[in-house]
């Protein structure tokens, strides 16, 4: 079992920046990507963006150019700093982690989501 615990959310203008952390309660030996979500109220949660254990990240459309994943495998912890930030960019964010096991299959876990609001 891996629990994930968020931080770094809060309120901010547009322009603006935050930087949100994932960090896992162990460090991973398999397979793994973490990412980010988002869920706006009334809408679905969304990809933001996401990494691998290999490095290999992608990205929302929306964030692209503006927002970055990286991690810090010292720390089992994920980040993503967001610049820029736009009204629509309000929503909860929620802390993603898969672990692709050949013996086990893909396992899931979520973080608690960190509150983000883009506001004048």
């Known amino acids: 079992q891996v629990q994930l615990v968020e931080s770094g959310g809060g309120l901010v203008q547009p322009g603006g920046s935050l930087r949100l952390s994932c960090a896992a309660s162990r460090r991973i030996f398999s397979n793994y990507a973490m990412g980010w979500y988002r869920q706006a109220p009334g809408k679905q949660r969304d990809l933001v963006a996401r990494?691998?254990?290999?490095?290999?990240?992608n990205y929302a459309d929306s964030v692209k150019g503006r927002f970055t994943i990286s991690t810090d495998n010292a720390k089992n912890t994920v980040y993503l700093q967001m610049n820029s930030l736009k009204l629509e960019d309000t929503a909860v964010y929620y802390c993603?982690?898969?672990?692709?096991?050949?013996?086990?299959?893909?396992?899931?876990?979520w973080g608690q989501g960190t509150q983000v609001t883009v506001s004048s």
């Open positions: 990494i691998t254990n290999g490095g290999s990240t």
């Open positions: 993603n982690l898969e672990i692709y096991s050949v013996v086990a299959g893909t396992r899931v876990y």
